[in-house]
């Protein structure tokens, strides 16, 4: 449906020096990749990873961002900031940011708005719980994590919107969903977009699945007709792993 999107999130891990040295091992193996493919580090290895990616059709995405320009917020990094430094995406609203560092559905609104209003493409994290799975109100947390953090979107600035359906229960633990689990909840993020939108930015949306996606069951999710593309944890530190999901992209 969306054009093909595979993002590493490397979470906290790596420092610049180790973040050049992945993304070099990286480099050659996704250079025939025919979709976009972005790697999501820490703040501090900004300025090495755009450095290194010179040259190649990777993008560095930044893993959050702060919705005021500049203030007294200590510890924050702005949109504003990262504009500056010319990245490219932000991932916004990642599951750990919620359940460890209190983001909130608004908190990550005022985060998109600063996000697009600074240039930047935005990856937003939508996802449920296993208690809210096993509730059978997925379709409803999905649709209301997304509703919020696009309330004041514009369609055009949709197109600058990737979201990332990533099921918590999934994040780190092996337990990937099932290709019809994923399947079913992206198809439903999609029918979301149609409604607030129309028809034609629904088909347009990339809709990611994350969660233990790796080398080995990467093309099936991938081959779903609502996955246009998947943001990696663990695997995308190996680089071998990782261009196996890129090649899997198609
Ligand atoms: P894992 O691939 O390690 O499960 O992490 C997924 C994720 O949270 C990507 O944002």
New binding site residues.
Partial sequence: MGKYVIAG?W?MNKTPAEAVELIEAIKPLVADATCDVVVGVPFVDLPAALEAVKGSKIGVAAQNCHWEKSGAYTGEISAEMLKAMEVGYV?LG???RRTYFGDTDVTVQKRMRAALDAGLTVIL?VGEYLEQREQGITGEIVAMQTKVALGGVSEEELARVII?Y?PVW????GRTATAEQANEVCAQIRDVIAGLYNDKAAKAVTIQY????NAANAAELLAQSDVDGG?????SLKPADFATIVAAAK
């Fill in positions: 999130n979470k991932i990642h599951s750990e994290c990332a990533e999934a994040i780190g633990t994350g969660g233990s996606m943001l990696i944890g663990g695997a």
